[in-house]
């Protein structure tokens, strides 16, 4: 083979060896860029999840202070039209009809705040457990119903104060936030005298 054949035989093999160089980073970049996708749309949709979990877990928070605040402002309500109609004591039936004006007022305020939220309903009755315990009131007669009305009032007041407190602090609902920061002075001071209560 002449010189110069040999020359042209290794142009050729040179050309093939670069081509094949060539195929080869492309065929890398193609599958690096593959997964750079993959990982992208991966990342993207453990993104949307978290997202997603995090915005059934603020309104689950929300539906549950919607419905712990209607039941809490009806049962004190309830509580105390059952107080002004048994109660002798002037002590007990002042303490009731503030409840009575308060509240009525409050659920005014809720109803608003509660419009203002799409999607969620507020509970149209008592649940079982504060049902029982109006029932429980209900038999009830002289200084053993005021008694029970004042040991019911202490305890639905702490639990509305714990419950207004944390949602005006963590809500995410604006309105309902609102509503929850501008009621919880109200109920601090119903707390505080209930709690100071002297048969």
């Known amino acids: 083979m002449s010189r110069s054949s040999h020359l ?26 593959k997964v750079e996708d993959t990982t992208t749309s991966v990342v993207a949709d453990a993104s949307a999840a978290v997202s997603s979990i995090g915005a059934d877990m603020d309104a689950s928070k929300t539906q549950d202070f919607v419905t712990k605040a209607a039941i809490a402002n009806m049962f004190e309500i309830k509580t105390s039209e059952l107080a002004v109609k048994t109660s002798k004591n002037a002590d007990v039936l002042a303490f009731a009809k503030m409840m009575i004006k308060d509240h009525t007022a409050a659920g005014k305020k809720f109803e608003t705040a509660v419009a203002a939220t799409s999607g969620l309903t507020p509970p149209a009755a008592l649940d079982d457990d504060h049902q029982k315990k109006l029932d429980d009131l209900a038999t009830k007669t002289g200084t053993d119903f005021d008694k029970a009305y004042v040991d019911i009032q202490q305890s639905a007041h702490a639990e509305a104060v714990n419950l207004f407190d944390d949602y005006s602090k963590n809500g995410k609902d604006a309105a309902l936030q609102t509503f929850a920061t501008s009621t919880l002075p109200t109920l601090q001071a119903h707390k505080d005298k209930i709690d100071a209560f002297k048969e």
Do not use: P, W, Y
């Open 8 to 33: 042209r035989a290794a142009a050729a093999c040179g050309a093939i060896f670069v081509l094949s160089i060539g195929g080869l980073a492309a065929c890398s970049k193609t599958t690096t860029d």
